[in-house]
């Protein structure tokens, strides 16, 4: 392209984030509210990727797995500001996202279960978070469609869930309302540098936009970003994750709360919609639903709450979550001045959204709240 071409159609930010999924959305709209010009650039609409899939589960509780306290800390941090950086956004656009804290229940179906799940509460308790050991009955009458068969549960009354595409559709309101360009349909081709410093990024659209800094925020594809140079990549990798919606008829939903086992979650939504989560699979840049992801997800379901075979299945799909190699987001600087990593969110990028955007906008920006 001649060069009074490329001049005309560049374009000046404070910064460009790449990448419209949640993380990416929620730093534009931080960075924004502290006076930032910023850019928001994605090859799809969002909703789309595992913000699409994500069925929005914000239970760091129930989720805690041994040996990985950083991890736990972050969480807890994010879901203490749920409430209110839901409150706010929709206060500002008046779209619902969702947002309900009604707990979760996570059940041991059998005795092996029931052991490895005292463990867990066990951990639970020495960390001083809320959850209580219930036996069946008590996990039953929270839930009376729960199975019959069951060993015993945990509740943790703190955790919520929250609807990832409205939440998608809130965000995008906030953006317009403070100004945030939003280039759906394009994908960026290769980043430009001012010496050793990124100056921002050329897109398939013909365009180059110019920023003082870059967020790579692109979830799963930020490990393959062939825009940037191969030392600015994360080690992030795709994580398959296959997932259902049905729907109740005339009926309530089967439970009221999140309810899970080992093996399954169920999260409801107050529109009588319950989400059933989810597979976990190394299967590369795959997102074909497939039967077996199906069946076991049901079997599963069925094995802990029956009344969902009267369900209407209404969605199958499959999304790919960031992994990285210690289950730790990356937030932060990249090694190239200029270049923000906010990626690896693996299965904690609903919830780990309003922290990560916190940080970013205070790195991007220098303000803090
Ligand atoms: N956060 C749940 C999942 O990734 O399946």
């Given at each position: 392209m001649p060069a009074e071409a490329i001049l005309s159609k560049q374009r000046s930010y404070d910064a460009i984030i790449v990448g419209g999924g949640i993380i990416g959305l929620s730093c534009a709209w931080r960075t924004a509210q502290r006076g930032a010009r910023v850019v928001v650039i994605d090859k799809?609409?969002?909703?789309?990727?595992a913000t699409r899939v994500a069925a929005g589960m914000l239970a760091p509780v129930g989720e805690l797995t041994f040996g990985e306290p950083e991890l736990l800390a972050m969480t807890i941090v994010a879901a203490e500001l749920y409430p209110d950086f839901v409150a706010e956004l929709e206060a500002t656009t008046g779209v619902q996202t969702g947002y309900a804290q009604h707990g979760a229940l996570h059940i041991a179906l059998d005795r092996d279960e029931g052991e490895e799940l005292r463990r867990v509460h066990d951990l639970q308790r020495s960390l001083g978070l809320d959850a209580e050991w219930l036996p069946p009955r008590r996990c039953r009458e929270l839930?009376?469609?729960?199975?019959?068969s069951l060993n015993g549960g945990v509740h943790v009354p703190g955790e919520a869930a929250v609807d990832p595409r409205a939440l998608t559709e809130a965000l995008l309101s906030a953006l317009a309302a403070k100004g945030v360009e939003l280039r759906f349909g394009a994908a960026a081709t290769e980043a430009v540098f001012e010496g050793e410093r990124i100056a921002g990024v050329r897109t398939d659209a013909g365009e180059e936009l110019r920023a003082a800094s870059v967020v790579l925020a692109s979830g799963a594809w930020s490990g393959q970003a062939e825009w940037l140079p191969s030392d600015a990549r994360p080690e992030v990798r795709p994580v398959k994750g296959q997932i259902l919606e049905l729907r109740a008829g005339k009926?309530?939903?089967?439970?009221?709360r999140i309810v899970s086992s080992e093996r399954v979650y169920l999260v409801p939504r107050a529109d009588g919609r319950l989400i059933v989560g989810a597979t976990v699979e190394e299967q590369g840049f795959d997102t074909t639903v497939t039967a077996g992801g199906i069946h076991e997800l049901l079997r599963e379901a069925y094995r802990l709450v029956p009344d969902v075979a009267e369900m209407e299945l209404v969605e199958a799909i499959a999304g790919l979550r960031p992994g990285t190699p210690d289950n730790l987001p990356l937030i932060g600087?990249?090694?190239?001045?200029g270049l923000i990593w906010a990626t690896g969110h693996y299965r904690n990028g609903i919830l780990l959204a309003p922290l990560t955007a916190e940080r970013v906008a205070e790195m991007l920006t220098g303000v803090a709240v």
């Open positions: 799809a609409r969002p909703p789309a990727g839930e009376p469609g729960l199975t019959p009926e309530a939903p089967p439970c009221e600087p990249s090694g190239i001045e």
